[in-house]
């Protein structure tokens, strides 16, 4: 058997833990981060007892004052001598090391069901807003990439195959747009966290009058949880934020393999800066989009880290259980893993460029086919019809190896009468996406409304 180092609970046992449980017990390794928010919490636990009677004002002082030299030791010497199980015995030990006995009473009427709640929620707090502003410099960073493509023209893709023109703003605001959604649904998480579970206890909340809203405003949560039993099991707003990391990393994903395709030599779109491309050790000539594929493959993370705590969570009975002490490694890991790659995919936008001599060399005239059917249709054909008519003309182009502008006219009359000479103003580039003022669309005008609405959100967020 093995003494545990510091236990809060020992006290009911007549023999120590076995060694074999003891570094399955121990969860310092992953709490230890929570130290400044055990701290916070504390002193405000302290300032509530004693206003409720628990404490004299002396006491308050003599807790608040030696917490804050633990703090101070911590920030200094950090914690690799700690061999506590947890984040919260460290402190207590401490604690008692700067004021005494009077430590001991700190812990009255509070659990570490409650108390690790309310750290790890005021954690996650300070850390949505930390990956809010990440997104925000990320989508600031897509918006003035989109800007530079304002005047150019590339392929629009369905199927991963060439469908209509577009404006090369058009693509990349395509990839803007999910953030926004991004930082609506971390702001959804971080509202989520903001509910104070400290004052429920163990289970049943707490047998001293405490003033719970004083509590509520001085650590900065907004609301006060509702029920003890629920208060100490509730993991939703972790699922909330793990939910909003994932999908922010299958955005992420999404541009990155955009990325990878457009830099190639088969696409070459885009060009990838020196700095967020690498090379080969074998083969010298090679540029590899690197930055891209490491964003992509960090997604992998995101998403099984969402999946682990919502099978966590599936099987759980009413209230606080043991399984709970593993939420904060998915947590973590989702905060550490945005906090690095966001980053890294903002520097690889901002110093992309665009190839725009390329990707009008790779544009076939069948981008045009849909402006085709529309000519028809503005001359009163209906477009079932026209779609036939244009799709017959395409398959002759193909079987005569001629661009689709290059028919002859009499090519396109014998199809459909109402063609006439001015059919051939069809195959302009700058015609085509013009034709799309739609909010929405691709015309120069509704492009700059896309690029003012998103500069505007994003403004919005960073105020």
């Known amino acids: 058997m093995a003494d545990e180092a510091g236990s809060l609970w020992g006290g009911r046992f007549e023999e120590g833990m076995a060694r074999e449980m003891v570094p399955f017990n121990l969860s310092l390794g992953v709490d230890k981060r929570l130290w400044r928010?055990?701290?916070?919490?504390?002193?405000?636990?302290?300032?509530?007892?004693?206003?409720?009677?628990?404490?004299?004002?002396?006491?308050?002082?003599?807790i608040v004052g030696g917490l804050d030299k633990v703090a101070q030791r911590i920030e200094e010497r950090g914690l690799s001598d700690a061999v506590e199980e947890d984040i919260h015995s460290v402190i207590?030990?401490?604690?008692?090391?700067?004021?005494?006995?009077?430590?001991?009473?700190?812990?009255?009427?509070?659990?570490?069901?409650?108390?690790?709640?309310?750290?790890v929620r005021l954690y996650g707090m300070t850390a949505a807003d930390h990956v809010i502003d990440l997104l925000?410099?990320?989508?600031?960073?897509?918006?003035?990439?989109a800007e530079s493509g304002r005047e150019m023209i590339m392929p629009g893709y369905t199927h991963l195959q060439q469908a209509q023109p577009i404006r090369a703003a058009q693509w990349a605001l395509s990839h803007v747009v999910p953030v926004l959604r991004d930082i609506e649904r971390m702001k959804a998480a971080r509202a989520a966290a903001s509910v104070l579970p400290l004052g429920s206890g163990a289970i049943a909340g707490c047998p001293f009058s405490i003033d719970r809203e004083s509590v509520r405003a001085e650590l900065g949560f907004d609301q006060i949880s509702k029920n003890s039993v629920d208060a100490v099991s509730d993991r939703d707003w972790i699922c909330d934020f793990l939910y909003a990391g994932a999908m922010v990393g299958v955005h992420l994903s999404r541009l990155s393999e955009d990325?990878?395709?457009?830099?190639?030599?088969?696409?070459?779109?885009?060009?990838?800066?020196?700095g967020f491309s690498t090379g080969s050790s074998l083969m010298p000539q090679k540029r590899n989009p690197d930055v891209a594929?490491?964003?992509?493959?960090?997604?992998?993370?995101?998403?099984?880290?969402?999946?682990?705590?919502?099978?966590?969570?599936?099987?759980?009975?009413?209230?606080?259980?043991?399984?709970?002490?593993?939420?904060?490694?998915?947590?973590?890991?989702?905060?550490?893993?945005?906090s690095l790659t966001l980053p890294a995919l903002k520097g690889a936008v901002s110093t992309a460029s665009f190839c725009p001599e390329r990707m009008s060399e790779v544009m076939d005239v069948q981008l045009l086919a849909t402006d085709l059917a529309d000519y028809l249709v503005r001359r009163g054909v209906p477009f079932r019809?026209?779609?036939?008519?244009?799709?017959?003309?395409?398959?002759?182009?193909?079987?005569?190896?001629?661009?689709l502008s290059e028919l002859s006219l009499?090519?396109?009359?014998?199809?459909?009468?109402?063609?006439?000479?001015?059919?051939?103003?069809?195959?302009?580039?700058?015609?085509?996406?013009?034709?799309?003022?739609?909010?929405?669309?691709?015309?120069?005008?509704?492009?700059?409304?896309?690029?003012?609405?998103?500069?505007?959100?994003?403004?919005?967020?960073?105020?």
Do not use: C
Request: net charge negative.
């Open 136 to 145: 925000v410099e990320y989508a600031t960073a897509l918006h003035d990439f």
């Open 37 to 62: 928010e055990d701290i916070r919490g504390s002193v405000a636990w302290a300032r509530a007892i004693g206003k409720a009677g628990v404490l004299t004002d002396k006491e308050v002082d003599d």
């Open 92 to 119: 207590e030990r401490m604690l008692g090391e700067e004021v005494g006995e009077v430590s001991g009473k700190l812990h009255t009427g509070r659990s570490r069901n409650d108390q690790s709640s309310t750290g």
């Open 293 to 338: 594929e490491l964003g992509r493959g960090k997604t992998g993370r995101l998403i099984g880290n969402l999946m682990s705590i919502l099978t966590l969570l599936k099987g759980l009975p009413t209230s606080y259980n043991r399984d709970l002490q593993e939420d904060k490694e998915p947590l973590f890991d989702t905060i550490d893993t945005l």
């Open 410 to 463: 009499e090519a396109f009359t014998t199809e459909n009468p109402v063609f006439k000479e001015d059919v051939f103003d069809v195959f302009d580039w700058e015609a085509s996406v013009e034709a799309r003022l739609a909010p929405g669309g691709t015309a120069l005008e509704s492009v700059d409304s896309q690029l003012r609405d998103v500069r505007a959100q994003i403004e919005g967020f960073r105020s």
């Open 385 to 403: 019809t026209t779609h036939e008519v244009v799709g017959r003309l395409v398959r002759s182009a193909e079987e005569k190896g001629v661009a």
């Open 259 to 274: 990325l990878v395709l457009f830099s190639s030599v088969e696409f070459g779109f885009i060009r990838i800066s020196d």
